[in-house]
């Protein structure tokens, strides 16, 4: 089974930084496209990046470009979002999916979400 879980969330001032990691349960991350997902109260779950099984590929939604990263630590199983420059707005809850094919923010493409962890900007 595959399962994910987040870990690394808090709260932050506007400008600060954060880094989020997804590990993997009994089975090994590299094999899958691993996306990262935030969700506001009352918004739908935005995309934000996802990061090819051999991580060479990475794909960023344009809100969060140019200051979310996302690596993976294969040896530890593990996949990263270094946030940046962190804004208000970036306050959700955040997800960390596994999928199988797909190298897209659709979440109808992913098929094994974590918990999330919470993410909360502000003075």
């Known amino acids: 089974q595959v399962q994910v879980v987040e870990s690394g969330g808090g709260l932050v001032q506007p400008g600060g930084s954060l880094r989020l990691s997804c590990a993997g349960q009994?089975?090994?991350?590299?094999?899958?496209?691993i996306a990262w997902f935030r969700q506001a109260p009352g918004k739908e779950r935005e995309g934000l990046s996802c990061?090819?099984?051999?991580?060479?590929?990475?794909v960023y939604a344009d809100s969060v470009k140019g200051r979310f990263t996302t690596a993976r630590d294969s040896a530890k199983n593990l996949v990263y979002l270094q946030m940046d420059s962190l804004k208000p707005e970036d306050t959700a809850i955040y997800y960390c999916a596994a999928g199988s094919y797909y190298m897209d923010l659709e979440v109808r493409h992913y098929h094994s979400w974590g918990q999330g962890t919470q993410v909360t900007v502000s003075t």
């Open positions: 009994g089975f090994a991350m590299e094999h899958y496209v």
């Open positions: 990061i090819s099984s051999s991580g060479a590929t990475i």
